[in-house]
């Protein structure tokens, strides 16, 4: 009914930028929150930054200062703008939107993710 579909990483050098996109298509009355999340080989996946439906953006420490999310409602995508990338923010990259679907005559709020995107950084 929903996907997300990722798109922007790859291999880019120590102090690169990259920027990562995410769409949703399928049935969708509205969308709340959207974020994106890595997770590194062997460890959990982490929140890297959310941003809400007014716009308020939060940030891992992390990447705080190197990072920008924004979104374009219009287009159902959320975007995540990193500068001056580490070899630590090697991960594959995860986008998560809370989104509103009707169901019959029901409105359902659901939490989908996704597939992935890897992002490696070379020292």
């Known amino acids: 009914q929903v996907q997300l579909v990722e798109s922007g990483g790859g291999l880019v050098q120590a102090g690169g930028s990259l920027r990562l996109s995410c769409t949703a298509s399928?049935?969708?009355?509205?969308?709340?929150?959207m974020g994106w999340y890595r997770q590194a080989p062997g460890k959990q996946r982490e929140l890297v930054a959310t941003?809400?439906?007014?716009?308020?953006?939060n940030y891992a420490d992390s990447v705080k200062g190197r990072s920008t999310i924004s979104r374009d409602n219009a287009k159902n995508t959320v975007y995540l703008e990193m500068n001056a990338l580490k070899p630590e923010d090697t991960a594959i990259y995860y986008c998560?939107?809370?989104?509103?679907?009707?169901?019959?005559?029901?409105?359902?709020?659901?939490?989908?993710w996704g597939q992935g995107t890897q992002v490696t950084v070379s020292s």
């Open positions: 998560n939107m809370r989104i509103v679907i009707r169901q019959y005559i029901k409105y359902m709020t659901s939490d989908y």
């Open positions: 399928g049935s969708i009355v509205s969308i709340n929150a």
């Open positions: 941003i809400t439906s007014g716009s308020s953006t």
